[in-house]
């Protein structure tokens, strides 16, 4: 089986479509971390400050919370249900659900997860801080990818989203186990009662705004309440969703159409608006450069490795016409880590600490850094990929299904 290979062309069209709404997203988050910049370093940084550390909501549910915190623990929920129905649907009915397939990303990932945080702590990071780096920000990769005009070919982009989608669960899993303050019980207790519940409606078509989105909220705020993250709540409720429906719109295809567009376009920018708004002069220490070295240099060699090391042990080839060049382009693409690392700097330092600005520059610095480098090795190769998106769209029978998919399947 060859690594990069295109896969059936319902998947490739679907992914397409996803990762048309997340370029946008992409352009969005970029614009919300560039005025959140610029309003931080002017005559007005107190007025920022101020209005990131205002507090809204009912203080007898412990939920009198500042907006930073509502944009961090409330709407960062919604990026992890939608990130949670994604990885479903990939391993359940998608492409992903033949473990062949499966294989390459899921490596992939924890290579790109190991490596820079290997590399982070060699250079000296705050040891609390080892997993700010290993996030990849598939949203803010494509604005990339929009913004210098290169045509990825199917496979890499589906790679890149796959990557993506597993790295957030990854992502996930380390900020339940590692980044938990403390439980209670009661309030987990009700949290899990809260998935349950919510599972068995949507099991039973009972999919209705008024029910769900009240009971979800509820767990939501158990979940908080439990000293668990309150964004696990989000993938805890979309695994539960039902992926698989015969003859029909599944309940998860449904939910990510009305979700995706709110996580994307409002969600992921407010968070980044309040998230990114760092004082540059200043803010650089230890931490700083050893985010940027375990994003730059720990996210290519992670994922090349680990590609290298399935490609060895399974005697899988590169799919025809990549090369290992384009492989070390995905890498430095991985290496724009941004929300999650954004949100993982908070937890593991404090919000507005002096460690926390300081692996918040990293991760800007960082990100800026990978997205040039990518930027050069990928354009070196646009005229390439441009004959390779080519020979994806033709469809000589004009029956709505490229030529290429066909002959693969045949």
Known sequence: ?????????????????????????????????????????SPWEDFYQDLSALRVGPAQWHLNLTLSTWAADGLLAIFFFVAGLELKREF??????????????????????????????????????????????????????????????????????????VDDLLAILVIAVFYTSGLHLLPLLGAALGVAVFGLLVQRGRAHWWLLVPLAVLTWALTHASGVHA?????????????????????A?????????????????VFAFFASGVTIGGSAGTVTVAVVLALVLGKPIGITAS?????????????????WWDVLGLGLLGGIGFTVSLLISELAFGP?????????????????????????????RNRHYRRLCAAEQEDADADGVPDVYQREDD
């Open 92 to 165: 359940v009915a998608g492409d992903l659900r033949d473990p062949r397939r499966a294989a390459l990303p899921v490596a992939a990932a924890v290579g790109g997860m190991i490596a820079p945080a290997l590399i982070y702590v060699a250079a000296g990071g705050d040891p609390r801080g080892w997993a700010i780096p290993t996030a990849t920000d598939i949203a803010f990769a494509l604005a990339v990818l929009a913004v210098i005009s290169t045509h990825l070919p199917a496979a890499m982009r589906t790679f890149l989203l796959t990557l993506a989608v």
């Open 253 to 269: 295809e449904r939910f990510e159409h009305i979700w995706r567009p709110v996580s994307a376009g409002f969600a992921v920018p």
């Open 1 to 41: 089986m060859a690594l990069f290979s295109r896969g059936s062309w319902p998947e490739a069209r679907r992914i397409a479509d996803i990762l048309r709404a997340e370029t946008v997203g992409g352009l969005l988050l970029l614009g919300a971390t560039i005025v959140a910049l610029a309003w931080a370093n």
């Open 352 to 380: 507005g600490a002096a460690l926390d600005d300081q692996a918040k520059l990293g991760v800007l610095s960082g990100s800026l850094l990978a997205a040039l480098l990518a930027t050069v090795v990928l354009r070196v």
């Open 307 to 323: 590609t290298w090391l399935v490609q060895r042990f399974t005697r899988a080839r590169l799919a025809e016409g990549l090369s």
């Open 231 to 251: 964004t696990v709540a989000g993938v805890a409720l979309a695994f539960t969703v039902p992926v698989n429906r015969p003859g029909g719109i599944t309940p």
